[in-house]
């Protein structure tokens, strides 16, 4: 029982030296797949939804080879791994379309603190009350998906101190979300927003995961994770998207797998209470990743990251096999082993590289393994 997944991705555009050159007016022009973002130095393309993660593996490649070719033919332009403005102007808003109405309130009110790149993760999930459930139980456990990515620890040229700068500075709104305790919850907590001006319209809800759907927040059909960093290796993706989907097939047969249900927390402020510490979690993963202090929302006790990240495998292990998916999710091993992006950049920094030289090889190599993938997998599919 394999569920339909699918991502959008949002990236920067740049030099192979790591200035991040705004292109997306005319990407999106030439480009069929690719929407521009409210700042014109990162694009976005979605890929269809799908169960099978091979073809899925095709549909991450194929556009950013496309996006590379197409670059090439304006000069000497690539893309640019990492969240982040890691290099150059971090408090200059480049406009895409000038003339959209919501893209000057997010420009005022926000600034260059949206100018980021992630991805997002889609799983389908059509039975509303389900989608609630999954909703809840992935959103105490979000910090752990942003602990697998992080992948921003510079701004500016600089360290920040954080490994994802990404999520320690983006504008989540409105300040406070409660975790979903029905459809109609939801309906009613999202129409308040929208009559109080908390959302300027239903695509406002800028949390670490949300419900989503044809028809917000009346028809929906899939859970969105929003909080992770961009993944620069198309196989670590879908490591952390079968994490996430194993999670939910456990989820689907096992209906008490509730934060509302299971968490010790007092009854009456249990939803408040989860909500607090899956935010101050957010907080510590952005700060440290895979070695961040956490508390379980379970019983409230501390864990390391990296321990919860680890003990989630293990316990999501026999569903990920059962489906068929255990050979998609064993490179998470290789991340905590080995650690995230953030990590790896960070470790060659203080082996006396700079910032500038990190994210010169980063391009570099990013570069290098979408060609290898390209050739050995995406043309053996469409063939």
């Known amino acids: 029982m394999l569920l339909s997944k699918g991502f959008e991705i949002e990236i920067y555009t740049g030099t192979p030296a790591g200035e991040i050159i705004g292109l997306s007016d005319r990407i999106v022009a030439d480009l069929n797949g690719f929407v521009r973002e409210p700042d014109s130095r990162n694009v976005e393309y979605t890929t269809p939804p799908l169960c099978q993660y091979e073809k899925l593996l095709c549909e991450l490649v194929r556009p950013r080879h496309a996006l590379r070719q197409y670059l090439k033919g304006l000069g000497d332009y690539t893309l640019i791994p990492g969240s982040t403005l890691a290099l150059g102007e971090t408090d200059r808003f480049f406009r895409s379309d000038p003339s959209n109405p919501y893209h000057t309130y997010i420009e005022q009110t926000y600034g260059t603190t949206v100018v980021t790149a992630s991805v997002h993760i889609n799983i389908g999930i059509s039975d509303p009350e389900l989608l609630m459930r999954a909703c809840r139980l992935v959103r105490v456990e979000a910090p752990l998906y942003l602990a697998l990515t992080a992948a921003s620890p510079f701004l500016g040229g600089h360290i920040t101190g954080s490994h994802s700068s990404r999520w320690q500075v983006f504008p989540k709104t409105p300040a406070y979300v409660p975790l979903f305790a029905s459809h109609a919850h939801h ?35 899939r859970l969105e994770l929003r909080i992770c960093d961009l993944i620069s290796d198309p196989v670590a993706l879908l490591a952390v998207t079968a994490l996430l989907e194993a999670r939910l097939i456990q989820l689907i047969q096992n209906p008490d797998l509730d934060p509302l249900i299971l968490s010790d927390f007092p009854t009456n402020s249990r939803n408040h209470d989860l909500a607090a510490l899956s935010d101050a979690n957010e907080s510590a993963v952005a700060k440290h990743s895979l070695d961040a202090e956490l508390h379980h929302w379970q019983d409230n006790r501390s864990i390391l990251a990296r321990e919860w990240i680890q003990q989630l495998y293990d316990e999501v292990w026999p569903y990920a096999k059962a489906n068929g998916l255990s050979c998609f999710l064993s490179p998470v091993k290789k991340i905590l082993r080995e650690g995230n992006e953030a990590q790896r950049w960070l470790r060659q920094y203080e082996a006396g590289q700079s910032v500038q030289q990190v994210v010169e090889k980063a391009i570099a190599e990013v570069a290098a393994s979408e060609a290898i993938l390209t050739r050995e997998l995406c043309e053996p599919c469409a063939a």
């Open 187 to 221: 309906i009613q907590w999202m129409e308040e927003q929208l009559a109080t001006g908390t959302m300027q319209n239903v695509r406002h809800l800028w949390s670490s995961v949300r419900p989503n759907g044809d028809r917000r927040p009346y028809n929906l059909n």
